[in-house]
């Protein structure tokens, strides 16, 4: 018994004779059964910042055979230059009377609904009705776009044409309109020159529309032998994972829908010269489906933090985020450290962050410097200052009161380091205004530079204190379980633990939410408590969770503990956020 051997598509042709059938996982959209709306413009200019439509032409084609044309002269509200009229015929008298573009745009764009326009130098052409529809404020449909042109130089070699302009390829092809310099005539032959040009590309495996991504720029063919790697993936929301020939995982990534995504890596589309190199080295791709978009974007960031892969840039080593804290000593400092701990009276509130980066929360330290004169060096201090000891610079300037040569007692620093905790759990105002103050002085000496450090250092401190207080509220709640509408019905529900998400899922239209509550509550992840502000996940984690309690519709089911609603976290960071914006106004405006 004979049996059938399945053809990918890029696969070679087979030379043995034996029968193939496509993959039904391959299965596309043939290029015969795609609507084409193949579009020229005549202009008065060759630019849409200077220059109107005059008129449109354009032939709608399917599988070879010619649907419908659209065609009119376009009134374009200034006279058509003599070397325009000279071009194409068309006069200033000639679209007098013509209809506007604000009556053409609208029946174009129905006319082609749907389609996929086609365009030689599609640039020109399209960017000028993009032009039109912005400045009619009218909604651009996003269109699939085919350039010829980049087809043309794929397809027809320098040898056979000296140049890709449309009335070579139009000779070279024989077509049954000559291009004219007249939109509708242009169009008609356009229309020949697509065809020829898909006829041609067949052969190479362009025979579906998800192929014609990587056509107008081929890909290496050693990445484009790697296209198998999306056979059977879900077209479903999820994470995805490249692994190598041993397993290791050299990426992680999330889509709405994975293998579409994974596809893209194959084309033109991916451009990214690390992902390409990590491409090479692909010999799986592993999908874990997931039940909501939240859970995809949760499972990246914990696959990522988990497997640490090479070729991903962000979210790796949450535990390498630094904090900034007051240290807990006689004469308390403040000082960078890896993570949240609570080793005294108030120590754990006393932290801001997390940070991106080490230097950014050094330059939040710096704006709380700049704001309190609370001591900068590192030795720890004792409770009665050694004899003979000499205070450093800071003294002699006013930044610190010295507490190391007995210049300032203990109570009195005890007051500056309240403000400064205070500043940073609760009231950024003070540091706010310091660096205001600051700010707007240096800009009035005309020092913008120093100004603009001033201000980035303000940025970065309330940018930690926010997310800290943030983080505050839900760090402390044990359990917090909400729902929203989700998309096409039903409901979308979270369980979440100390700022962790513990489970999720969907439940479907005239399904009991209740039930489906109570169960997920049961096989949700148990989380420990972690020591407050910090939250039990990883701070982006934290960040997506908080992001979707704060959308529109989201309800609240239960919660337990003491729990502030975290849009309150949310004005928080806005107000912030503001005082930054006025501060950069400042800086600006002197």
């Given amino acids: 018994m004979q049996t059938d051997r399945v053809l990918r598509r890029g696969d070679p042709p087979p030379t043995d004779g034996a029968p193939v059938q496509l993959g039904l996982d391959e299965l596309g959209t043939p290029l015969s059964e795609v609507t084409f709306v193949v579009v020229d413009l005549e202009t008065t200019g060759g630019s849409p910042t200077g220059a109107a439509i005059t008129e449109v032409g354009a032939v709608k084609v399917r599988g070879g055979e010619v649907l419908g044309e659209f065609q009119t002269l376009v009134d374009p509200g200034m006279p058509v230059p003599a070397f325009i009229s000279t071009l194409t015929g068309i006069t200033t008298s000639m679209v007098a009377g013509a209809p506007r573009i604000e009556q053409v745009l609208p029946s174009f764009l129905e006319w082609a609904h749907g389609a996929v326009l086609v365009a030689h ?15 009619l404020d009218y909604p651009w449909p996003g269109a699939q776009v085919l350039d010829t042109v980049p087809l043309a130089r794929r397809a027809v070699t320098r040898e056979e044409v000296p140049n890709h302009k449309l009335a070579t ?56 032998r790697k296209r198998h790697l999306a056979d059977g993936l879900p077209d479903q929301p999820g994470v995805y994972l490249f692994k190598d020939a041993r397993g290791e995982v050299l990426y992680v990534g999330t889509s709405v829908n994975i293998r579409t995504r994974v596809r893209s890596y194959f084309t033109r589309a991916e451009q990214r010269s690390k992902i390409n190199e990590m491409v090479g080295f692909a010999e799986v791709v592993t999908p874990v489906v997931c039940g909501t978009v939240l859970e995809a974007r949760v499972r990246e960031l914990r696959l990522i933090a988990e497997h640490d892969p090479r070729y991903n840039r962000r979210s790796r080593r ?43 929360a050094q330059a939040a330290i710096e704006a709380l410097h700049e704001a309190f004169p609370i001591r900068q060096c590192h030795a720890r201090l004792p409770l009665v200052p050694a ?25 009195g620093y005890a007051e500056i380091v309240a403000a400064v905790r205070s500043a940073m759990v609760e009231d950024a105002r003070p540091v706010v205004r310091a660096l205001a103050e600051r700010i707007t002085s240096l ?6 530079e120093d100004a603009a450090a001033v201000r980035d250092r303000l940025s ?62 049961a096989c949700a992840e148990q989380v420990s408590p972690p020591v407050s502000p910090a939250t039990a996940a990883h701070p982006e984690e934290t960040d997506l969770i908080l992001a979707w309690l704060e959308e529109p519709g989201v309800r609240l089911i239960e919660t337990q503990g003491s729990w502030a609603c975290p849009v309150s976290g949310a004005q928080a960071f806005r107000d912030l956020g503001t005082a930054v914006g006025q501060v950069a106004e400042l800086l600006l405006s002197a």
């Fill in 460 to 521: 970065a401190f309330l940018r930690g204190a926010a997310r800290a207080q943030r983080y505050r509220p839900v760090a402390s709640c044990p359990e917090l379980v909400a729902a929203r509408r989700a998309t096409g019905g039903g409901w979308e529900i979270v369980v979440v633990r100390y700022g962790r998400l513990a489970a999720t899922t969907t439940v479907g239209p005239g399904a009991d939410p209740g039930l489906s509550i109570e169960a997920l509550r």
């Fill in 169 to 224: 390829l139009a000779a070279l092809f024989h077509t049954s309109t000559s291009p004219s310099h007249r939109a509708l005539d242009d169009a008609r032959a356009t229309v020949d020159v697509l065809h020829a040009l898909l006829g041609r590309l067949a052969p190479l495996g362009i025979t579906h529309l998800e192929d014609l991504a990587s056509a107008t720029d081929p890909v290496p063919e050693s990445r484009r």
């Fill in 121 to 135: 130098n599609a640039p020109f052409d399209i960017g000028f009705l993009k032009a039109a529809a912005r400045s």
């Fill in 387 to 411: 004899a003979g000891r000499g205070a450093c610079v800071r003294a002699d300037i006013g930044s610190c009161g010295a507490p190391c040569v007995g210049s300032q007692d203990r109570l």
């Fill in 318 to 360: 949450p535990e390498r985020m630094p904090w900034v804290r007051l240290t807990v000593e006689p004469f308390p400092r403040l000082s960078v450290v890896r993570e949240v701990r609570s080793d005294g009276p108030d120590g754990a509130e006393a932290h801001i962050g997390p940070f991106g980066s080490v230097s950014i």
């Fill in 443 to 448: 800009a009035t000496q005309q020092r913008y």
